[in-house]
């Protein structure tokens, strides 16, 4: 769906091109894939189109540093063709597929390809934001060379000495027409950041909008040099052992033990200068505790706030609210808990220790279970959907260690048996799955309209009072923002006979039936509440709205098929 037409004005909220400019082996593939990683994390669809990787499409086997000679015009026609090939790609990305982000990787040295991206940006009304990484340090290029590009595939069958030595003339190739940007003069209109020589000095010109403000801070905290990354859940607690989530309970003796392991394993690790970093909750300080190193006390590292079921068993929030049991399953990244976080709430409270992170060198991070999957999607580059499902067992250390292009893993468990707590993805039925979803959403509009039909009521009232009526009644998810009114855990409406009789209560009285019908055991008081809300067909609206699938209700247990429309 396009955002907008060619010729109108441009968006606030207009897609991005983030075009990368470089001569070759800078590190701009680096800073692309980086990038991307951080962007899709923080919830903003990115995507990298490496023009390099359309040229070996086109061309299947790359012979010598000569195809990159600027005199070789067949050869820069078909260079051409790929980079115009990519922006058809980016175009359709950014206009149908809901891509909000895309990164143009190339090396867009001379000001003719640069301006050729902005007459195609122009046309279709999208952002442009370059990034040009320069480095003159020949160590720093050479070692580049040596990690990256020499495995690449157009090097699969060549020696080191001659592939280094092929990769060195085809950057010759690109410095006889490189153009640097040119902020003070004739960039001066552009939307740039110069990164120089690995972050050692910034340019930044003219930034346009928030994500642009936001790409400008991640590139500033970024650094290249070796490092290692600790991540650990604190040793096994009192609530683990009796299956509770959330609350601040102390460690189990298992729990202690894993700590004095977990000191016995960092004093292995033989690390200079290591942070460790908690939380602010009791069984990762006791945790840190035995290690009789400094540590340091982050708040955003507590432990998702699960609201009203904190410190709650599983099958005690089953039985009790078995309509947020229900949902979460259904969607546990944006799923927030009643007067509670969400993982997608839990990542933005996480991004300055992203941020933190990215800044340091040798960290061990003690943290829980959703805090340490989001911060493990970020360096794993996982999905929103996969990130809530994400294995972090107790009493295992996940040592991370940057590479080129990503992220190297070790799992080391440390001997002291713990509880489990992981719980897997639920899966439904193929036919039946789609179906769940459509009630799920029926279930939210029905107490929308419910809220929406309670303001109705109470318009007669103070402005004040009609305010904080539907605030009181609406139900909070990870769409609803963070500084809508919700202070305190307030009362709430949790059975779906109580959220249907609310809404049968407020409806326009012309339009309902005058008596409600009693109660029915089982699914047919169900079937008959769902009916309450669409009584002006006589129940036909109702019936139209379910036909097509089959019906589910939810019970103090599972969910249960009641039939076939």
Known sequence: MPFRKACGPQL??????IVMVGLPARGKTYISKKL???????????KVFNVGEYRREAVKHYSSYDFFRPDNEEAMKVRKQCALHALRDVKLYLSEEGGQIAVFDATNTTRDRRAMILHFAKENGFKVFFIESICNDPNVVATNIMEVKLSSPDYRDCNSADAMDDFMKRISCYQSSYQPLDPDNSDKELSLIKVIDVGRRYLVNKVQDHIQSRIVYYLMNIHVQPRTIYLCRHGESEFNL???IGGDSGLSSRGKKFSIALKRFVQEQNLKDLKVWTSQLKRTIQTAEALDLPYEQWKALNEIDAGVCEELTYDEIKEKHPEEFALRDQDKY???YPSGESYQDLVQRLEPVIMELERQENVLVVCHQAVMRCLLAYFLDKSAEEMPYLKCPLHTVLKLTPVAYGCRVESIFLNIEAVNTHRDKPEFPGPFRRCVFKLMRMMRTMKQTRAALYF???????SVDAKKGPNALMRRNSVTPLASPEPTKKPRINSFEEHVAAAASAAHPTCMPQEAPAQLPGQVGYILSLMVLFPC???RACHSLLCGFCCFFVFPGDFLIAKWC
């Open 12 to 17: 606030t909220n207009s897609p991005t091109v």
């Open 36 to 46: 991307t990683r951080y962007l899709n994390w923080i919830g903003v669809p990115t």
């Open 242 to 244: 009796k299956g509770k």
């Open 334 to 336: 944006y799923y927030r």
């Open 456 to 462: 109705c009521q109470k318009e007669d009232q103070t």
């Open 537 to 539: 067909g006589g129940g």
